[in-house]
């Protein structure tokens, strides 16, 4: 079973309270729905509460279809909505919700990790299944770009670039190379054993006392750029400030440097009134402070979860609250 991440921090911040410390009504988007813990974790929490309500977000139709079935209470007593779709969508998503109570929109939820099916579903993701296709798609109805395609037709310096950008892997080029190397002799990549059979051979050694797989990042940068996930990490944060309400809060959960660098600089930009360069004397940018930002420091799970829950020790939450314009 998927165990959700930092579950009491994320619900203490996700969930904006009153002067008397009870849960505000309206909407809480749980914009990377997953395996659904964080919104099971708040929908049990205040069971008898009908004015509370959770939009969920998926964008991997199979995880979509598994979803409507397993929280069909949920969803009949219209205390949980499913929308199969991508969280960067957030304001055409949230335009087409019935919202017949009018409910302000009191939170956003963003949790970057994958969840346990997603792993288990054999498209590349993980380390042990080496027969598995090299596909990394969340959503295999999007532009057909996979993993796969990537490592077989991409010039040098574009594996380069994402290996470097979206994976900050500190041998980008040799792994570059061998995978070149490999295209020259006429071997295609196909599955995920046979990547690993190559990085195996030029990263195993520099990565032998690291904490971490050899391939981990070269994983995580073809998983980013399969998804075009830098670019809907911010498409879906600014998204998310614009539908909520004053006082509603933004919360994300990352699981590497380079999404919690995408949410901290978007924060810190959103936490000022202006952008101009301190040579500027005057506001030429215009841009208003629309955030407060609620965690100094990126909050990091107890050593008592990551023994429960392994998948939770690279998680770090940041939190941010709407102001008034």
């Not at 988007?29 to 004015?51: C, M, Q, V, W």
């Not at 380079?258 to 360069?277: A, H, Q, T, Y």
Request: with cysteine.
């Amino acid at each position: 079973m998927h165990i959700p991440v930092l579950p009491e921090k994320s619900l203490e911040l996700w969930t904006s309270s009153d002067k008397d410390k009870r849960i505000k009504p309206g909407i809480y988007i749980d914009a990377t729905f997953g395996g659904g813990g964080h919104s099971n974790y708040l929908l049990n929490k205040f069971p008898r509460n009908k004015e509370i309500v959770v939009v969920g977000i998926e964008w991997d139709k199979e995880q979509y279809q598994k979803l409507n079935v397993q929280y069909q209470k949920l969803i009949k007593e219209k205390k949980l909505f499913l929308f199969y779709d991508n969280y960067a969508n957030l304001n055409k998503i949230v335009s087409s919700f019935q919202n017949k109570k009018q409910l302000p929109i009191r939170g956003v939820l963003f949790d970057f990790g994958f969840s346990t099916d997603q792993l288990e579903m054999t498209r590349g993701f993980s380390f042990k299944e080496p027969k598995a296709l090299l596909d990394m798609r969340f959503n295999r109805e999007n532009n057909g770009l996979t993993a796969g395609k990537i490592l077989n037709t991409w010039p040098e310096e574009w594996l380069i670039t994402i290996f470097k950008e979206y994976g900050e892997e500190r041998y980008a080029r040799r792994a570059a190379e061998a995978i070149l190397n490999s295209r020259k002799n006429g071997k295609q990549l196909n599955t995920v054993g046979e990547l690993l059979t190559i990085l195996e051979r030029i990263l195993i050694s520099p990565y032998r006392r690291q904490k971490i797989h050899y391939a981990t990042r070269i994983f995580q940068a073809l998983r980013m750029a399969v998804n075009n996930e830098k670019e809907n990490i911010f498409q879906g944060l600014a998204s998310a400030r614009d539908i909520l309400a004053e006082e509603g809060r933004l919360v994300a959960i990352s699981f590497h440097s380079g999404e919690d660098r995408i949410v901290k600089n978007f924060f810190r930009r959103e936490s000022r009134d202006c952008l101009c360069p301190p040579e500027i004397p005057v506001c030429r940018c215009g841009h208003q402070k629309t955030l407060n930002i609620l965690t100094k420091k990126p909050i990091r799970p107890s050593v008592a979860e990551i023994t429960i829950n392994p998948n939770s020790r690279n998680a770090r939450l940041r939190a941010a609250e709407k102001i008034q314009n």
